[in-house]
């Protein structure tokens, strides 16, 4: 039996969650450069862009968009999802209301199941793919500075569930990871609080920078490529050294 993978070498087509901003946009640009097809998704269309509107929370939306991903390519399955979108909600435990846990928890949690999902039905059709989520160093770590107790939670949950679909994806060729970036000079981060606050978040970095968009982007695209075509289950920090200090 030969041990060469059958996964292509060339890449094809890649859907990219929150493809409006931030690491998405970073993913879906880079990809383009790199001769990737892509089609975008985010809560607003944008033609341009190559942007689906889609509200990853709600099942009829996911359905929606990803029927006309199907239209796009003729039916062709992706044969990448880079999953970007999500929130950040500064709120300490003690004020967060169900309300707020459950909207933070919808989003980063349920939209990465619901997307993943969606992306997986087709991927198994076409033979196999890569889903990558997002999680963040927030899964792992309290944060005392800026603490978002829904947050944290909602990217404990997407790392759990990296690890689930990896194992019952895994026999239609599927594989599943996660991403877990640091701090991200994106629109996301703001680094509120004393002028001293900024300084702070950079000691605790051993890099001593924010980490850019781009350098998220490379890491989803090796994941989403063959080049990791062994890798499965497993969650990637980009952070600067952070969670190892
Ligand atoms: N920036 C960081 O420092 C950082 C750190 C760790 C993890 N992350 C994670 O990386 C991912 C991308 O973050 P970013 O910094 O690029 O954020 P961003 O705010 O720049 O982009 C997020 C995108 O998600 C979209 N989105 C939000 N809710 C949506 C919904 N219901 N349906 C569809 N799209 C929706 C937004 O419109 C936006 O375009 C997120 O999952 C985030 O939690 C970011």
């Known amino acids: 039996m030969s041990l060469m993978s059958t996964v292509p070498s060339v890449p094809r087509r890649l859907v990219v ?3 409006g901003s931030g690491i998405g946009r970073a993913t879906a640009e880079l990809a383009r450069e790199r001769g990737w097809s892509v089609l975008g998704l985010d809560l607003a269309e944008d033609r341009r862009a190559g942007i689906i509107a889609c509200d ?3 099942e009829g939306s996911v359905r929606d968009a990803f029927a006309r991903v199907d239209e796009v390519w003729e039916g062709a399955a992706p044969d990448a999802l880079t999953h970007c979108a999500g929130v950040y909600r500064f709120r300490p435990a003690l004020e967060t209301t169900a309300e707020a846990w459950d909207a933070v928890l919808a989003i ?4 990465s199941l619901l997307v993943a ?4 039905r087709r991927m198994r059709e076409g033979g196999g793919g890569s889903v990558t989520l997002l999680s963040s160093i927030g899964a792992a770590r309290g944060d005392a500075g800026e603490p978002s107790a ?3 939670a909602s990217k404990g949950a997407v790392e759990s569930l990296t690890r689930q679909l990896a194992v019952e994806w895994g026999p239609y060729g599927i594989r599943c990871n996660a991403v877990a970036p640091g701090v991200i000079d994106t629109p996301m981060t703001t680094v509120s609080g004393d002028p001293g606050a900024f300084e702070q978040v950079l000691r605790r970095i051993p ?3 924010l980490g850019t968009a781009e350098e998220v ?3 989803c695209l090796f994941l989403a490529s063959a080049e990791s075509a062994y890798v499965s289950g497993t969650i990637i920090a980009v952070d600067g050294g952070q969670s190892a200090s």
């Open 17 to 19: 969650s929150g493809a």
């Open 56 to 58: 990853i929370t709600d």
């Open 108 to 111: 980063n949690a349920r939209g």
């Open 117 to 120: 999902s969606a992306a997986a």
């Open 150 to 152: 829904a947050y944290s």
């Open 207 to 209: 890099a001593r920078r």
């Open 217 to 219: 982007a490379r890491v």
